[in-house]
């Protein structure tokens, strides 16, 4: 009886010890901290360049075609930029998806699918928005 007792009492003791422990620990960590990164200076003729040439992001690709192995699509990517299309190698889920070119609104694409759709052997390419 005198050890559980005794057992009883340290685990309290035990309990209530580690409970002021982390109200300490609660406290060291509310701390803010301001995080200052320092910024690069830029030339004037690398902010006039800029402003010259803005960086369109492309939201809408053609696609040509998706392969399962790399090597199908490197082929036809280099044929497609050998023609003078802006091809590029897109990961689509576990395949490689070849892209005509990119554009920057879904009407660009669309109008640019509906030309290129009229042309021989380009009948089952598609637009794919890019997220």
Do not use: D
Request: proline share 5%; net charge neutral.
């Amino acid at each position: 009886m005198k050890i559980i007792v005794i057992l009883l009492s340290l685990l309290i003791v035990g309990l209530l010890s580690s409970c002021q422990q982390k109200k300490n620990r609660a406290n060291l960590t509310k701390q803010n901290v301001e995080v200052v990164k320092p910024v690069p200076e830029k030339s004037k003729e690398s902010v006039s360049e800029e402003m010259e040439n803005p960086v369109k992001q492309m939201h809408y690709y053609v696609v040509a075609g998706c392969f399962e192995y790399k090597e199908n699509a490197e082929r036809l990517n280099a044929l497609l930029i050998q023609e003078g299309f802006e091809s590029q190698i897109l990961p689509f889920y576990n395949l490689n998806m070849v892209t005509y070119k990119g554009y920057e609104t879904r009407e660009e694409a669309q109008v640019a699918l509906n030309r290129m759709v009229l042309e021989p052997g380009k009948e089952e390419i598609w637009v794919y928005p890019l997220k």
